[in-house]
């Protein structure tokens, strides 16, 4: 009778093996690159032997690039981005679905309407309204247009009309008032679809490239998918270091596997706490 169920069992442990090795490999095999040289890479096939130059390449990166502060700049950028992006879509989503008030639908449609304009179109304006700010060449020229995520929004409206409005009701009764509800009863429901769009937003910040490669001019203050174009292109007619640039893209991925890291364990910890209830 087990053997139905073993056989199964063996299928989907397959499956799953199969699976990651399909997407781990081109990142071990960026692992690998990263210590080779130029000549190792583009000999002809895909070698996955480790060599000896991931201190030469490393050394060509901190010392042209200052690689360190263009992490912590992708860093900064990134985290502040995602934080005041979720909070501000959280709030608005929830008050879109939950509060009646002039203009709310005029104010939802704008939203609808903006998903659909693309972001290249608006990128002279909102350059010029940065720049007569004074803002541009820093983090705050990159991170204030990031704070009105309207995707997030739409999300957070979607997610919070799920959101039972009697336990709002209740609350009011027993003299809550307007914040109390929402950051004591609707923020920790609505918790897994928080961190799920705070995800997107972390995502989107970290891999940007267009509007950081307008706003920022000094290379002190570049973020990484700025090193990554630099790497690719060769302006003074030197040839591309394939293991440096390997390098970049294996250290890249590396907070986003600890954000998605994160995000899981409060998944679990939220399945734990809904079962024990």
């Not at 709310?104 to 010029?128: C, K």
């Not at 204030?144 to 979607?158: D, E, G, L, N």
């Amino acid at each position: 009778m087990n053997n139905p169920k073993k056989t199964t069992k063996f299928g989907t442990y397959l499956l799953l093996i199969v699976g990651s090795a399909i997407f781990l490999l081109p990142y071990l095999y960026m692992l690998v690159a990263s210590t080779q040289s130029n000549q190792e890479i583009l000999s002809g096939g895909i070698n996955f032997k480790f060599s000896d130059q991931l201190a030469t390449n490393w050394k060509m990166l901190t010392e042209r690039y200052n690689y360190l502060l263009i992490i912590w700049n992708s860093i900064v950028i990134a985290v502040l981005s995602t934080f005041l992006a979720t909070v501000s879509s959280t709030m608005a989503g929830y008050a879109l679905a939950k509060y009646k008030f002039k203009g709310s639908g005029l104010f939802f449609n704008m939203v609808m309407v903006s998903r659909m304009v693309p972001f290249f179109t608006t990128l002279i304006p909102l350059f010029y309204l940065m720049a007569r700010m004074g803002l541009t060449n820093t983090y705050a020229g990159v991170i204030i247009p990031a704070i009105a995520s309207t995707t997030s929004v739409f999300m957070m409206r979607q997610y919070s009309q799920q959101f039972p409005t009697s336990l709002m009701e209740a609350a009011r009764i027993d003299g809550a008032n307007e914040w109390t509800i929402f950051y004591k009863i609707a923020v920790p429901i609505l918790r897994p679809s928080i961190i799920t769009s705070g995800l997107l937003i972390f995502m989107g910040s970290w891999n940007q490239y267009l509007f950081p490669l307008v706003m920022l001019s000094d290379n002190d203050k570049f973020t990484v998918p700025l090193i990554i174009r630099n790497l690719t292109i060769s302006s003074t007619g030197e040839p591309i270091n394939y293991g440096a640039l390997m390098l970049v893209l294996a250290t890249s991925v590396i907070p986003m596997v600890l954000i998605y890291v994160w995000a899981q364990s409060k998944f679990k910890g939220n399945d734990i706490g809904a079962s024990n209830k």
